[in-house]
C-alpha cells in the first residue's frame, strides 16, 4: 500500500518535471518575471526613507510569492490536455498520490525559481547573508511548503474556471498572510542577526500553518478530483 | 459461455449533468469474452454511460460492478503531447506497477506504430494517437475494455488493426462494450446490441443475424417507439 | 408541501424576520440617539458604534456559517447546505460592505482617518476578502454540482485559515503599535450603554436570519425553475 503511493506519486512527479523540462515556458517566465520584479523594486525604491535592509524582506517574498503564482496552475492546466486527467483516474493514482505529485512538481518548480533569485537578492541588497544562509533557506522552504500545498489545492479548482490566471491569486492571497508575513518576519530578523528566541514565535505560526493547511489540502483534494 | 459471472454489472444507473438526466435507469450486464455493441444518436448517452461504468463519473442513482481491471479507450488520447509514445506508455506501466518487460514496445510493435515509438505524440495523426491509445490501454492486460468510437478517423489499414485487436480480446476473455456509429466494421464482432434512446436503454438483444443496415432499421424501430 | 411550496413560506417568514429586524434596527437607533448618554472623549460620533460594530459582529457569524455549512455540505452532500452556505456569504458580504461603510464614517472624526491598518481592521478586511473570492469562484462555475463542491473545498479552508489570519495580523500589529491613541470602546462599558450595543447585537442577528432566509429561499426557487426548465425527470 504504501508502496504503491510512493511509486505513483513519483511517477506523476516524475512525468510533471520531464514535460516541464521539454517545455519550460512556465518556468521561463516565472524565473524572467522574478528577476525583474527584484530588480524593478530595487531600482524604485526611495533610499532615503527607508534603509535596503527594512525593505528587502518584503521585495524577496513579494518576489516569490507572485513568481510562484506563476507557476502553480500549469500543474492541472497539463492535464486537461487530451484529458490526461481522466487517464490518470482509471490508473491506481489515488487522490492523495497525485496530490503528492503535483505538489512536489510544484516544490520543484518554485524552489528552483527561489535558489536562482536568492543569489541576486543577495547581491542587490548587498546583505549579510552568508552564516545565517542555513536558516534562511529552511525558513524559505517552510513558507514555500505552506505556499504550495494550498496553491496546488486551489489551482486544481481554478483550472476549471474561465480566467484561472486571475482566479487563483484572488482565491490564494488571503491563504498566504500567515506564511508570508511570519516569512518576512523571520526573514527580517534573520538579516538583522536576531537571536533564534525572537523567532520561535513566528516559526511556531509557520509550521502550525504548513501542518494544518498540508494535511487539509490533502484531504480535502478527492472531493475536487471525484464528479 | 453460458452461465458465467458477468464482468460488468450496470445496475439501475443513472447520471445527470444540472437538472438533466443524460442516463436514465440504464441495467445492463456484459461477460468475459464478448463484445457488446452501444448503438444511438448523439446526445442519447452512449459516453456518459460509458464513463459512468469507468468510474469517471459517479452515479447519481444505481450502481457499477466491474471485475478485474478495467481499461477505456475514448476521444482524447489521454496522454502527453510533450512526451513520446514510448514515455507515454511507460509512465502508464510506471502508475500500475508493471514490471519493465519489454511490454510497451511489444504494444507499440502491435499496434504498427514502431516507426514512431520515439516521436512525441504531439505530431501524430489521429489514427496514430488512437491506436496508442489503445496500445496504452492493453497495458495492464485489462478484464474490461469500454471503446467510445474506436474507429473514427482511422484509415483501413488502421481500422484492421484496431479489430484484430478486438478480437484477440475476445478471445482471450476480456469483456468488451463498444459505443459506435460505425457499424459496418464492427457487427461481425458482436453478439449483443445495445439500443441507446434518450438515456434509456431500450434494447439490448442479441444481434440476431442483423448486418449493419437491419441494426439501423431496428434503432429507427425503437426510436419511433419512443425508447 | 412542494418544495417550491416550501420555498415561498420560508421566503416570506424570512421577509417577515428581516421587518421585525429592521423595526428593531429602529429602535436601536432612537434609543442609540435619544436615550443613550453622550460618550465623554469620543462625542456624538461614537454612536455610530452601536451599528456598526453589532453588523461587523453578524457579518463575521455569517462566514463562520458559511464556513460550517460547507463542511457539512462536504459530509453529506445535501445541496441544501450549498445554497445556505451561498445565501450566508452573500448576507455576509453585504453586511460586510455596510460594516465598511460606517467604520470609516465612524473612524473620520475620532481618528482624524478613514482607515487605518490595525490589527482588527486588517483582520476583517482579509476576512471579508476571503469570502469575496468565494463568491467570485461560485460566479465562475456554471455546473451546480461542481459549484457546490468546490465552494464547500474554500469555504472549510476559509473557516481554518480565519484564525491564522486573527493571529498573523494581531501578532504583527502588537509589535508595531499604532501611533493612534484612541480605541473605538472603553474597555467597559456603562450598563446604559452596553444594553444599547446588545440590543443592536440581537437586532443585527435577527436581520441576518432573515436576510439569509429570504436569500436561501430565492435560491430554492430559481433552482426549482431549473429543474422545471430542464424538462422531464427520470421515472
Known amino acids: ?132 544562509l542555513p536558516i534562511l533557506l529552511a525558513v524559505v522552504a517552510l513558507a514555500t511548503v505552506g505556499y504550495v500545498a494550498v496553491g496546488t489545492l486551489l489551482s486544481a479548482m481554478v483550472v476549471r474556471t474561465r480566467f484561472s490566471e486571475v482566479m487563483l491569486p484572488v482565491l490564494l492571497l488571503p491563504f498566504l498572510v500567515p506564511p508570508i508575513v511570519s516569512a518576512v518576519q523571520l526573514t527580517w530578523r534573520i538579516l538583522a542577526l536576531r537571536p533564534l528566541s525572537e523567532m520561535t514565535g513566528w516559526l511556531s505560526l509557520l509550521a502550525a500553518f504548513d501542518i494544518i493547511f498540508f494535511t487539509l489540502s490533502l484531504l480535502l483534494f478527492e472531493a475536487i478530483l471525484v464528479e | 459461455m453460458a452461465a458465467q459471472e458477468p464482468a460488468v454489472r450496470v445496475r439501475d444507473v443513472s447520471r445527470r449533468f444540472g437538472h438533466r438526466w443524460i442516463v436514465r435507469n440504464v441495467s445492463m450486464e456484459v461477460r468475459p469474452g464478448e463484445a457488446v455493441l452501444l448503438v444511438g444518436g448523439n446526445g442519447a448517452g452512449k459516453t456518459t454511460l460509458l464513463r459512468v461504468i469507468a468510474g469517471l463519473l459517479r452515479a447519481n442513482r444505481g450502481t457499477v460492478e466491474h471485475r478485474g481491471s478495467l481499461g477505456m479507450v475514448a476521444h482524447h488520447t489521454m496522454m502527453y503531447d510533450a512526451l513520446t509514445a514510448r514515455e507515454n506508455l511507460e509512465f502508464f506501466a510506471r502508475l500500475h506497477g508493471l514490471p519493465s518487460d519489454g511490454r510497451a514496445d511489444r504494444l507499440i510493435e502491435r499496434l504498427g506504430l514502431a516507426h514512431a515509438a520515439h516521436q512525441r505524440i504531439a505530431t501524430f495523426s489521429r489514427g496514430m494517437l488512437q491506436r496508442l491509445a489503445i496500445a496504452r490501454s492493453l497495458m495492464h492486460d485489462p478484464d474490461v475494455l469500454l471503446f467510445d468510437e474506436p474507429l473514427t478517423g482511422l484509415d483501413e489499414s488502421a481500422s484492421r488493426i484496431v ?65 | 408541501m412542494t418544495r417550491r411550496e416550501r420555498a415561498l413560506q420560508t421566503a416570506r417568514r424570512g421577509a417577515l424576520v428581516t421587518v421585525i429586524a429592521l423595526v428593531g434596527l429602529a429602535v436601536v437607533y432612537v434609543r442609540a440617539i435619544a436615550f443613550t448618554p453622550i460618550e465623554r472623549t469620543q462625542g456624538p460620533a461614537q454612536k455610530i458604534f452601536y451599528v456598526h460594530a453589532p453588523i461587523a459582529w453578524a457579518s463575521m457569524t455569517a462566514f463562520a456559517v458559511t464556513g460550517l455549512l460547507s463542511l457539512l455540505y462536504l459530509m453529506m452532500r445535501d445541496r441544501k447546505f450549498d445554497l445556505m452556505a451561498a445565501a450566508s456569504a452573500e448576507v455576509g458580504t453585504a453586511l460586510g460592505v455596510a460594516m465598511l461603510t460606517t467604520g470609516p464614517l465612524w473612524a473620520k472624526p475620532i481618528w482624524g482617518t478613514f482607515w487605518t491598518w490595525d490589527a482588527r481592521l486588517t483582520s476583517t478586511l482579509f476576512t471579508f476578502l476571503l469570502f469575496v473570492g468565494y463568491l467570485v469562484l461560485r460566479g465562475a462555475l456554471s455546473d451546480f454540482d461542481v459549484r457546490a463542491r468546490f465552494s464547500a473545498v474554500l469555504g472549510v479552508m476559509a473557516l481554518v485559515l480565519v484564525p491564522f489570519i486573527h ?30 450595543l446588545l440590543t443592536s447585537l440581537i437586532v443585527c442577528t435577527v436581520l441576518y436570519v432573515g436576510l439569509v432566509m429570504q436569500r436561501y429561499s430565492l435560491a430554492v426557487l430559481q433552482d426549482v425553475r431549473e429543474e422545471q426548465e430542464a424538462g422531464d425527470g427520470i421515472s
Open chain 2, 163 to 227: 479489430l484484430d485487436v478486438i478480437r484477440e480480446l475476445k478471445a482471450r476473455g476480456a469483456a468488451l462494450l463498444i459505443a459506435t456509429h460505425q457499424l459496418v466494421e464492427l457487427v461481425g464482432e458482436t453478439a449483443r446490441v445495445g439500443y441507446m434512446v434518450s438515456g434509456r436503454l431500450a434494447a439490448l438483444e442479441p444481434i440476431g443475424g442483423r448486418d449493419a443496415g437491419g441494426v439501423v432499421s431496428r434503432y429507427r424501430e425503437l426510436l419511433a417507439d419512443g425508447g
Open chain 1, 1 to 132: 500500500m504504501a508502496g504503491d503511493l510512493l511509486r505513483t506519486t513519483a511517477a506523476v512527479a516524475r512525468k510533471d518535471l520531464k514535460v516541464e523540462w521539454r517545455t519550460k515556458t512556465a518556468f521561463m517566465s516565472s524565473l524572467v518575471f522574478a528577476v525583474l520584479v527584484l530588480a524593478v523594486l530595487y531600482f524604485a525604491r526611495d533610499k532615503t526613507s527607508v534603509g535596503d535592509f527594512d525593505i528587502a524582506p518584503g521585495a524577496l517574498w513579494v518576489t516569490f510569492t507572485f513568481a510562484g503564482m506563476l507557476g502553480l496552475n500549469r500543474a492541472f492546466l497539463l492535464e486537461r490536455e487530451n484529458r490526461a486527467l481522466d487517464g490518470l483516474r482509471l490508473s491506481p493514482v489515488t487522490p492523495t498520490a497525485l496530490f503528492l505529485g503535483k505538489v512536489i512538481g510544484n516544490l520543484v518548480f518554485l524552489g528552483v525559481v527561489e535558489l536562482v533569485s536568492l543569489p541576486l537578492f543577495i547581491l542587490f541588497y548587498d546583505v549579510p547573508i552568508w552564516r545565517q
Open chain 3, 167 to 196: 493571529v498573523t495580523v494581531y501578532w504583527f500589529r502588537t509589535l508595531h503599535p499604532d501611533p493612534v491613541v484612541m480605541k473605538p470602546e472603553g474597555p467597559s462599558l456603562p450598563a446604559v450603554m452596553l444594553t444599547t
